[in-house]
């Protein structure tokens, strides 16, 4: 029987992963069916439950969207190292009576990186922007990359110094280059090699109080946010950074839970490439 796989959020209609898991399947082979289920606010685990009920073939997983992946999180009967240090699960795999919890966020901005971009984040200087749920879901796996410098900016600077402590006392940290939390303030006269958005403000249309010194020569500066141009790329762009969106991230997360559930990694390549000429 065909295995089944879903997205949960609210709202759910705007997501691309549906089409992305369809095109990886038949990429691969896969014997699969993927859709998109609308959660209610206060109903995702009876969503969730009811997805594995279903009769017309087995559950083995889902992603989940905004807003739910801290209910994941709750959720899951076991939780990989990624997912514990984010505090948020985007990834289930189901398995008999199990419900494995992972967060594929970061690794699929560090593939994006890496193998899209070419900016590897080893000895690069980083500025990581916001210290809410998207940024904690990528400080673990940029820091195993061993970064020169992983500064977290947030308006709040108590916030960041407290989110880089944190992350710096963490087992899973250990050996690793010790991350560090700043207010915006902080940041003149600072220059750093790639530039990473996690803030809502892309989402909301509003600018980030930015010195232009902290696009440094050859800087990378990326958007989490995609199919817009933020406020944050438009004043990036006028400082002489590369800039780039966060599609590349959303395929790269998709095809680590392709892998992670079917065992078998998609080329990404060539559905980035279709859902930008599509766009």
Request: hydrophobic residues 45%.
């Amino acid at each position: 029987m065909t295995d089944r796989y879903a997205v949960f959020g609210n709202p759910i209609g705007h997501s691309k992963s549906p089409r992305i898991h369809a095109l990886f399947a038949a990429q691969t082979g896969q014997d699969i069916s993927y859709q998109a289920v609308l959660a209610e606010k206060d109903g995702f685990a009876a969503a969730v439950g009811a997805f594995i009920a279903a009769g017309e073939g087995p559950a083995r997983g889902a992603n989940v969207t905004l807003p739910f992946k801290e209910e994941a999180f709750r959720l899951a009967t076991r939780r990989t190292a990624r997912a514990e240090a984010a505090g948020a699960v985007n990834t289930l795999s189901f398995e008999q009576d199990v419900m494995i919890g992972d967060n594929t966020d970061g690794a699929g901005l560090v593939r994006d990186l890496k193998h899209n971009l070419g900016c590897d984040p080893a000895g690069r200087r980083i500025l990581l922007l916001g210290a809410g749920g998207a940024a904690r879901g990528v400080i673990l796996p940029l820091l195993l990359e061993r970064p020169a410098e992983l500064l977290i900016a947030n308006r709040t600077e108590e916030t960041a110094a407290r989110l880089a402590l944190e992350f710096a006392r963490l087992p899973a940290c250990a050996g690793e280059p010790r991350p560090d939390g700043t207010g915006f303030a902080g940041l003149a006269g600072r220059q750093f090699d790639l530039v990473i958005n996690a803030t809502s403000a892309g989402l909301s249309g509003a600018s980030l109080p930015l010195p232009p010194c902290v696009f440094g020569p050859r800087c990378v500066a990326y958007e989490m946010v995609y199919g817009r141009e933020t406020a944050f790329m438009a004043q990036a762009r006028g400082a002489g950074a590369r800039v780039a969106d966060g599609l590349g991230m959303l395929v790269e997360q998709a095809a680590e839970a392709f892998f992670i559930w079917r065992g078998v990694r998609p080329r990404t390549a060539p559905v980035l490439a279709a859902l930008r000429s599509s766009s």
